[in-house]
């Protein structure tokens, strides 16, 4: 639980960060579209960040540790680290092969969200 849960403090802390940079210090050096990439990449990963939280707090009110959860966890990890990674990447490089590595994180990301239902209807809160 304090793993996912200081892991998804520390990417929406990151997830702020990036936003602010985005706004203030690439504003002038990136196109709209490269801008419009980062910012989707910081949006996506705030998403995850909170939704790392709800696992942390879920994992937290179990009385097992349902393999589930933990999944979801990790495949949020991932999910970050390809899909906002790789938008990051894309968008301060301008190398177009990274765009073909976020729908491998769009994918950890709905992995994450159908573990996380399957565990939340199984429990007994």
Known sequence: MRFFLSIGAIFAAISVAGGAFASHALKGKLDDRALTIFETGARYQMYHA???????????????????????????????????????????????????????????FIVGWVCLAISAWRLKL
């Open 50 to 108: 909170i939704a790392l939280v709800l696992v942390a707090l879920f994992i937290s009110r179990t009385e097992f540790a349902d393999p589930l959860l933990t999944a979801s966890g990790i495949a949020f990890i991932v999910g970050i680290v390809l899909f906002s990674g790789s938008l990051y990447a894309l968008s301060l490089s301008g190398v177009k092969w990274l765009g073909a590595v976020a729908p491998l994180g769009g994918t950890a």
